[in-house]
């Protein structure tokens, strides 16, 4: 009877305990997370759905929670949606046109919130469109200008893989227009940012000997960097440079440690360095055993000699050999020292050149803000000029200032709702109109350049339509060079003057960060100004920031 109880005790423990760890599995307490709500539990348990190594593999419901990750604003459950979508696209007949369509939801999603892969990506997808021979032109040059537009800005915010992405399409050509210099400034950022591709591709660039800027010791100071990153191609480039002068000098520990490196990276070509390391050492050994062959060789045979012979020990110089430098002990030491300060000397120049490259980085990012400075200072006093052109043509002062000093325009201070007297008194005449309905005409026709020039006429006289179509131009850069500083003067001065869109749009970029600085603030005021113009768009904004639409009327 008492072994019954025992053994159903002990039973009842084994159920108990297995409860418990039922319980406990990781798995089942992150789907218990996603479950209740938890945005960050969601993305996981989607991704742990997406990888087959995990042991839970159903991509359908791996899509689910990331999409329920998203809709709850995490960023990288979009972009990893989006990649998700990406790889169900296919090619050829098998072109899944639904994948697609999400694949470019998800990441314009992610690239709205910040997220700088997701812009790269997004930017690569364009480009890719672009490039397709159906598309039309008009769309292909907005796809092209849309993606070289998220490159610079992912890439001018730090994202070194977009830097490295910008730095190659405009070096190439390959679905943005040539541009080496540009190229090269990127290629040159990436590089001081300690990206081991860059810093190989930038080792290449100045061993070419058809580039201006040719410099074998620049060269020879970015692969180092680059292999001391672990970076393949510079490994097994530096590994052959080294082997290639142990073999000329007759010293394989200066490639003994390179080659040791190729073999823990497993590279492809590291079984052929070992060998070539190999057989210099065995044939340095031979050479050594033969030496001292030949030295025991040379030596005569000692004599039978009686008590009363010399008993002088023999010397180099009687058994027929030349006294060598290699053999005196001191002259061998002063030969190690030299082989020390010749080493310490190579790795001061590679020093001085890391140095050298350094001060030219430096002067290039000087360059490049002076340049940034000046034309910033050239839109600041262009946008003064529009603003006091309009204030002598309505005769009033403009409620808002934009400060257009950098092309992270900031406002002096909140947006204003218009009055309706102020609407009138900006109405344009007919002269203004005709200007406007050009360019409206222009634009259908993808003539840009002059359409942007038709709607500078009709702003002049403060259109609220043709500033608006002029600043979303201007940042865009459709029709002329990009201005992001005199675009947000000319959507402000059109937001001003009662363009809907203008408000929208300056609402959309205060809130996602769109060319300019996030600034919730000034996101909410535009989208408050926009909704009390009946705009459903940024009555839905404003609900997403928690501001209660009802208060919207009120201002």
Not at 41 to 55: D, H, N, T, V, W
Not at 189 to 194: G, H
Not at 256 to 276: F, G, H, I
Not at 310 to 317: E, K, Q
């Amino acid at each position: 009877m008492l072994k019954k109880s025992l053994l159903a005790a002990a039973l009842g423990a084994a159920i108990l305990m297995a409860g418990a760890s039922w319980s406990e599995n990781p798995f089942d307490a992150l789907k218990a997370r996603a479950e209740a709500g938890e945005v960050l539990a969601q993305r996981e348990l989607g991704l742990r759905y997406l990888e087959p190594s995990l042991g839970h593999t159903d991509p359908r419901q791996g899509a689910l929670w990331l999409a329920e990750a998203a809709r709850g604003g995490d960023a990288e459950a979009a972009f990893q949606l989006g990649q998700y979508y990406g790889r169900q696209v296919g090619t050829g007949r098998s072109l899944n046109l639904q994948a697609r369509q999400k694949q470019a939801q998800y990441l314009k999603q992610a690239t709205l919130a910040g997220h700088a892969a997701a812009t790269t990506a997004l930017a690569d997808l364009l480009l890719e469109r672009a490039m397709d021979p159906d598309v039309p032109d008009a769309k292909r040059q907005r796809a092209t200008a849309d993606a070289d537009a998220l490159l610079r800005h992912a890439a001018d915010h730090g994202y070194v893989p977009a830097m490295r992405v910008l730095a190659e399409r405009l070096a190439t050509g390959r679905g943005l227009a040539a541009d080496p210099i540009e190229a090269l400034r990127y290629l040159q950022n990436a590089a001081s940012a300690n990206d081991a591709m860059a810093q190989y591709q930038l080792s290449l660039h100045y061993r070419d000997q058809a580039n201006s800027d040719f410099s074998e010791s620049r060269a020879r100071v970015w692969l180092q960097k680059a292999a001391e990153a672990h970076h393949p191609e510079a490994v097994s480039a530096l590994t052959l440079q080294h082997l290639e002068t142990a073999e000329q000098t007759g010293k394989p520990e200066l490639a003994t440690p390179w080659v040791a490196l190729a073999e823990q990276l497993a590279l492809r070509d590291a079984a052929v360095y070992r060998s070539r390391l190999d057989r210099l050492q065995t044939e340095l050994e031979s050479t050594l055993t033969r030496v001292d062959r030949d030295w025991v060789d040379a030596a005569p045979m000692p004599a039978l000699a009686d008590t009363e012979a010399s008993s002088d020990v023999p010397t180099s110089a009687s058994a027929g050999l030349d006294a060598s430098l290699l053999t005196d002990p001191v002259l061998a030491r002063f030969s190690e020292q030299i082989d020390a300060l010749e080493q310490r000397l190579n790795a001061m120049s590679v020093e001085a050149e890391s140095l050298t490259q350094q001060l030219h980085d430096k002067d290039q990012q000087i360059a490049a803000l002076t340049s940034e400075r000046d034309a910033a200072v050239a839109a600041k006093q262009t946008a003064e000029q529009q603003l006091m052109a309009l204030q002598a043509t309505t005769g009033a002062a403009p409620r808002i200032a934009a400060a257009a000093d950098t092309s992270q325009e900031q406002m002096a201070s909140p947006p204003q709702l218009p009055s309706s007297t102020t609407a009138q008194e900006t109405r344009a005449d007919a002269t203004t109109v005709a200007a406007y309905q050009q360019g409206l005409t222009l634009l259908r026709q993808n003539q840009y350049e002059q359409a942007r020039r038709a709607f500078e006429r009709a702003a002049r006289s403060g259109h609220p339509g043709a500033l608006n179509n002029l600043g979303l131009m201007q940042v865009r850069g459709l029709g002329g060079k990009a201005d992001v500083a005199a675009g947000m003067a000319s959507l402000v001065r059109a937001a001003n003057a009662g363009s809907v869109g203008a408000a929208e749009s300056l609402a959309a970029m205060y809130d996602y960060g769109i060319g300019i600085r996030l600034d919730r603030a000034l996101a909410i005021e535009y989208y408050r100004m926009a909704a009390a113009r009946g705009s459903d768009k940024a009555a839905a904004g404003l609900q997403r920031l928690g501001i209660d639409t009802r208060q919207v009327s009120a201002r």
